[in-house]
T-cell receptor, first 113, second 114 residues
Framework: GESVGLHLPTLSVQEGDNSIINCAYSNSASDYFIWYKQESGKGPQFIIDIRSNMDKRQGQRVTVLLNKTVKHLSLQIAATQPGDSAVYFCAEGDQTGANNLFFGTGTRLTVIP | KAGVTQTPRYLIKTRGQQVTLSCSPISGHRSVSWYQQTPGQGLQFLFEYFSETQRNKGNFPGRFSGRQFSNSRSEMNVSTLELGDSALYLC?????????????FGSGTQLSVL
């Protein structure tokens, strides 16, 4: 089955700096990837997604980069704010197209004021 | 537009009991998925319902079951509870297309089994 892992379980950044959260996946045939943010006591909140026919996708203050050659995914957050403090999960979509996401273990981002 | 609503927010049960969790999807969403989240195993897919039918199933024992009603609302049932079933149970809804699509999660039901 798929295996999704994050490089670092924790990440601390200064307010205003850019954050980069990395993720590796194992299934080279995967064609859908998604990032979620989870704050304490809440469910995962959608941030941004990308399909395998793209290398980069931008949202508001966030950018997802997909490197299919090395099976690597990253989430970049520009000008990190205290409200960005949360656990970030990358997830990989099931090849069949089913709504079955394989989640990574998560990176806890702490923003230092 | 209201988000995904899960009830109850917290539950405490004892071993051997059964429990039913409820989920109301975003209006217009026809697919409801359930996930279990634990510190040790992370987020794991339980099953997905679409048009009142289970469309996909994860690798969980038969004690875990669910159903979906004609209004897309869904319930999840766990019978003969075990200590290891203590977890945050998350429901997610989506439009229900055949391609991977973004899921919108509720805040979850925190189940504690004593």
């Amino acid at each position: 089955g798929e295996s999704v892992g994050l490089h670092l379980p924790t990440l601390s950044v200064q307010e205003g700096d850019n954050s980069i959260i990395n993720c590796a996946y194992s299934n080279s045939a995967s064609d859908y990837f998604i990032w979620y943010k989870q704050e304490s006591g809440k469910g995962p909140q959608f941030i941004i997604d990308i399909r395998s026919n793209m290398d980069k996708r931008q949202g508001q203050r966030v950018t997802v980069l997909l490197n299919k050659t090395v099976k690597h995914l990253s989430l970049q957050i520009a000008a990190t704010q205290p409200g960005d403090s949360a656990v970030y999960f990358c997830a990989e979509g099931d090849q069949t197209g089913a709504n079955n996401l394989f989640f990574g273990t998560g990176t806890r981002l702490t923003v230092i004021p | 537009k209201a988000g995904v609503t899960q009830t109850p927010r917290y539950l405490i049960k004892t071993r051997g009991q059964q429990v039913t969790l409820s989920c109301s999807p975003i209006s217009g969403h026809r697919s409801v998925s359930w996930y279990q989240q634990t510190p040790g195993q992370g987020l794991q897919f339980l099953f997905e319902y679409f048009s009142e039918t289970q469309r996909n199933k994860g690798n969980f024992p038969g004690r875990f079951s669910g159903r979906q009603f004609s209004n897309s609302r869904s319930e999840m049932n766990v019978s003969t509870l075990e200590l290891g079933d203590s977890a945050l149970y998350l429901c997610a809804s989506s439009l229900g297309g055949t391609e991977n699509e973004k899921l919108f999660f509720g805040s979850g039901t925190q189940l504690s089994v004593l």
